[in-house]
């Protein structure tokens, strides 16, 4: 069984994390903490790597052209 553990926050991040499972449709807490980490770094990376959520990559023709 995986360890679990106990943490403090306010009234209003309960209300935003219950607000949040309920829209997720998450089991629990905890996977809707797992999910905004795993949201966080995908738009971390996307940033890092030069991308913006909701456009396509380039096309081959595209970035061609982006070398002249």
């Known amino acids: 069984m995986t360890e679990v553990t106990t943490i403090k926050v306010s009234k209003n991040t309960l209300r935003g994390l219950e607000r949040l499972k309920r829209i997720m449709g998450a089991s629990s807490y905890d996977e809707v903490i797992r ?28 970035r061609l052209d982006a070398r002249d």
């Open 35 to 62: 999910e905004l980490i795993r949201e966080y770094r995908a738009s971390r990376l996307s940033r890092l790597m030069g991308r913006r959520p909701g456009l396509s990559p380039l096309r081959e023709e595209e």
